[in-house]
């Protein structure tokens, strides 16, 4: 169980084009789920925190206008890189929180590489 | 603020051999304290985790690691290495208050095991 998938799994879009990627929650309802970047060789740097139904919450540094979340069911969100540029390539991991009480751990997804070109 | 700090960011061992891979946490409150494992390409997988009562927690693949408030640690070890773990290791603290819960990553260990 708590299985999470990302979709796609790679993307390769040209500068300027706007990428989405699918973070869903297979066999649990998750009220949070979270956005996280990884650079190479690197750590995950959380980048947005994705509430059920109400906006989402960006760290520090992270541009809302480019990286549009949006978590419309409890089993579903989606990272829309927009405008994207080189700079934007990374892995970008998503996880989720298990919905109601006890919901101290997060269980992520594969992840979705992306490169710009 | 919160952090997590591990202070190898390269790891060789022999297969067969024990592993010790360090983790130091800085939090103000008792923290919840986790251990994850990430192989190339791949998402992360939760090995173990900390909440409360006994600081030896046990994880999956032959896995445990020990709390230890006095020194702010929670070290993950293994008494025999497989040529599978080989991998990139990740401890994190859980920024635990209000809505959130975010998880706050180290910078990894990448464990490289030799025949």
């Known amino acids: 169980g708590a299985v999470v998938s990302q979709h796609p799994s790679r993307v390769i879009c040209k500068s300027g084009t706007s990428v989405k990627i699918e973070c869903r929650s297979l066999d649990f309802q998750a009220t949070t789920m979270f956005w996280y970047r990884q650079f190479p060789k690197k750590s995950l740097m959380l980048m947005a925190t994705?509430?059920?139904?109400?906006?989402?919450?960006?760290e520090q540094g992270v541009e809302k206008d480019k990286f549009l979340i949006n978590h419309a069911s409890l089993t579903l969100s989606t990272l829309t890189v927009t405008s994207a540029h080189p700079e934007d390539s990374s892995f970008y991991i998503c996880s989720a929180r298990v919905a109601g009480a006890g919901g101290n751990e997060q269980f992520f997804g594969p992840g979705t590489r992306l490169t710009v070109l | 603020a919160q952090s997590v700090t591990q202070p190898d960011i390269h790891i060789t061992v022999s297969e067969g051999a024990s592993l010790e891979l360090r983790c130091n946490y800085s939090?103000?409150?008792?923290?919840?304290l986790f251990w994850y494992v990430q192989s190339p390409g791949q998402g992360l997988q939760l090995l173990l985790k900390y909440f409360s009562g006994d600081t030896l927690v046990q994880g999956i693949k032959g896995f445990e690691a020990e709390f230890k408030r006095s020194q702010s640690s929670f070290n993950l070890r293994k008494p025999s290495v497989h040529w599978s773990d080989a991998a990139e290791y990740f401890c994190a603290v859980m920024n635990y208050g209000g809505a959130t819960n975010k998880l706050i990553f180290g910078t990894g260990t990448l464990l490289a095991v030799q025949p």
């Open positions: 939090y103000g409150a008792t923290p919840y």
């Open positions: 994705s509430n059920e139904g109400s906006k989402a919450t960006y």
